[in-house]
């Protein structure tokens, strides 16, 4: 931020200060954008009226009946401004007092009195004061560090159309424009948005207007609505989205909807729907990113949907960005490129980014990309030049073989560990996988009543072993739970969910307990694999980054048994393996007998010397 921007972000949190109390954070926020408003546009076509106007804030008693006055008057003059003003802020305008009345010319009057040095920074301040105060209703708008990504992904000067679905406050396409008139380019380029949000719209119609974008269209409505045929026929060289991630939808309404020729999306995720109206929308030339998660590109439930999408060779490149990047959510975001000419050398493959881990704080609650992992990103993509756990070009035939998963990972970690080994087999060969048994907490507690089995959860795995909790205890529900959630020994019990995966094996000597659904049981065939040397294995630094490479879920990682199926292992002869097995047995448990005899010698020594000191007696 330069000093200027610095002055002028003053200026707004001293005129927010002036509203604080008397209206909520985001109703003072609209008056303050409002108020600014009204001032530019007095400023922008300068009349003896329109200071008469503004002046006349200074002598009426009721500043809040002058600044309704003048909002309406606007309204009235300007066809474009049609209902904006009196959208954003009457609503609640009129509950007014002394206090509110005092207020509002407080904020007027320090806006008349900042020495803005032209119009142009009178915009930026408007636009200052929506990207950065926008309040707490408009919580997905896009950070800079995607859109600036974004935006370094395509050539400007190729481009005639854009739109923006789900387009809040048109932060993108304000930030094209400002590149476009900084570089002295000019060359308009259309826009078209559609938002839901009736504020983000008003506020996006009336940023339109300030920054004076002659070309515009924006469009209340849902995105996934087709009654309206506002927007339908038309395609465009460019399309942004970022989308609600993870959105419920009602899928009955698309059943003969055009836009949806590769597949209808479940109920639970409206990803693919929104994915599909920017494709239906590209023209033949076109170009278009979406904001996605890592559920986005690895749900089973969506694979025949990114199928047909693969198959037609319309994706260009996936990239993995840090987790954090929105303000108010720590979920972890991909970007997926969608090209409808696709480069030649770049036809059957898709380009995978790995960069995760270009990550920077910008503030208590938000990271950004770096500026390397930007120019590393932006080079790559660009170049098509391979890094080795940062990028690679992979072919669909191999994108097949994974189900048609796009989780850069199993390209970049997955693939690469499994083929250092000589000879693999698949997990689900040797093994066979089964999550736990769900619970809710009704459940638990009516089964609680004549225990038979404890009942494992998370935490009762520790340091490769297994707390059996007393507290935990219940029976089972039906008999065929005893085959299917209770453990055996040699079963390897792994977390199915949670930040940090956790492993134990059931030893000879075991309590008789069922496996929660937060475990995964890993019942080993002794005549294919050995239980502990896969133990020994799935703990390893590549056995758990080759299980990162697998892990679903947005907020919460998952580990899905059929992923683990898929999980490919190093193979050895059976009875090689057995051989190593009993060693790695044996130095397991010695290891363990060596820790218990180690904390009891401790505390026994500590007994006796806190007895020394008289501050604990023995018994």
Not at 220 to 248: C, H, W, Y
Not at 283 to 309: C, D, F, M, Q
Not at 435 to 452: F, N, P
Request: contains cysteine; aromatic residues 10%.
């Amino acid at each position: 931020m330069n000093d200027r921007d610095a002055e002028m972000n003053k200026l707004i949190l001293t005129c927010l200060d002036e509203l604080k109390g008397l209206y909520t954070s985001e109703q003072s926020n609209l008056i303050l954008l409002v108020a600014a408003s009204i001032y530019y546009l007095n400023k922008l076509e300068p009349s003896i009226e329109n200071d008469v106007q503004w002046g006349r804030i200074f002598q009426r008693s009721s500043s809040v009946e002058w600044f309704d006055s003048r909002m309406k008057q606007l309204e009235w003059e300007n066809e474009q401004l049609k209902g904006i003003f009196t959208g954003l802020v009457s609503s609640f305008l009129h509950f007014s007092n002394s206090s509110t009345y005092r207020a509002l010319e407080n904020v007027i009057k320090k806006l008349y009195h900042f020495q803005f040095v032209n119009h142009d920074e009178m915009a930026q301040f408007i636009n200052l004061l929506a990207f950065n105060f926008g309040g707490d209703e408009r919580i997905h708008e896009t950070p800079a560090s995607i859109t600036n990504l974004s935006l370094e992904l395509i050539h400007l000067e190729n481009i005639q159309s854009f739109a923006d679905f789900c387009s809040g406050i048109s932060s993108v396409y304000l930030e094209i424009f400002h590149r476009l008139k900084t570089s002295g380019k000019n060359k308009l380029i259309s826009y078209y948005g559609e938002e839901i949000n009736i504020t983000s719209y008003l506020i996006s119609k009336l940023l339109m207007i300030i920054n004076r974008i002659p070309d515009f269209k924006i469009v209340n409505k849902d995105v996934l609505d087709f009654a309206s045929t506002e927007g339908q026929s038309r395609t465009f060289d460019f399309i942004f989205s970022d989308a609600p991630f993870g959105a419920d939808w009602n899928p009955e309404n698309a059943k003969n909807d055009p836009r949806y020729e590769h597949g209808i999306p479940p109920k639970s995720s409206a990803d693919w729907a929104f994915y599909q109206n920017v494709l239906y929308h590209l023209n033949s030339n076109g170009k278009a990113i979406v904001v996605g998660t890592k559920g986005t590109l690895v749900r089973s439930t969506e694979a025949y949907i990114r199928k047909s999408i693969i198959e037609k060779d319309l994706i260009e490149a996936v990239i993995t960005l840090p987790e954090n990047l929105y303000s108010k959510t720590g979920i972890g975001t991909e970007l997926i490129v969608f090209n409808m000419k696709k480069p030649e050398n770049r036809l059957g493959r898709i380009l995978f980014i790995d960069a995760g881990g270009y990550s920077c704080r910008i503030n208590r609650n938000q990271h950004g990309i770096t500026e390397e992992g930007l120019s590393k990103i932006i080079d790559t993509y660009w170049n098509g030049m391979e890094e080795e756990r940062f990028c690679r070009l992979i072919d669909i035939e191999k994108i097949k073989s994974y189900n048609f998963s796009l989780n850069t990972k199993e390209y970049l970690e997955f693939d690469i560990l499994k083929n250092s080994f000589q000879h693999t087999v698949k997990l689900g060969k040797i093994a066979e996988i089964r999550r736990g048994v769900q619970l809710s907490k009704e459940e638990h507690e009516d089964l609680s009543m004549s225990a038979t089995h404890y009942f494992l959860n998370v935490k009762d795995i520790e340091n490769g072993r297994i707390n059996y909790d007393e507290n935990s205890r219940i029976t089972y529900k039906k008999q065929d739970w005893l085959d299917k959630f209770a453990i055996q020994p040699m079963d390897i019990l792994i977390t199915s969910k949670g930040s940090v995966i956790k492993f134990a094996i059931v030893e000879s000597l075991f309590c008789e307990a069922f496996a929660s659904g937060n475990l995964s049981i890993i019942r080993v065939n002794p005549s294919r694999y050995n239980a502990y040397v896969l133990y020994e294995f799935l703990q390893s630094d590549t056995g758990r980054r080759m299980i990162d490479a697998l892990q679903t879920g947005t907020t919460i990682k998952l580990i899905n048994p059929s992923k683990l199926e898929q999980l490919e292992i190093p193979s050895f002869s059976i009875e090689f393996m057995n051989e190593v097995g009993e060693k790695l047995k044996q130095n397991k448990q010695e290891y363990e007998e060596s820790i218990i005899e180690a904390e009891k010698k401790f505390v026994t020594q500590k007994m006796i010397l806190l007895e020394r000191l008289g501050i604990y007696h023995m018994d």
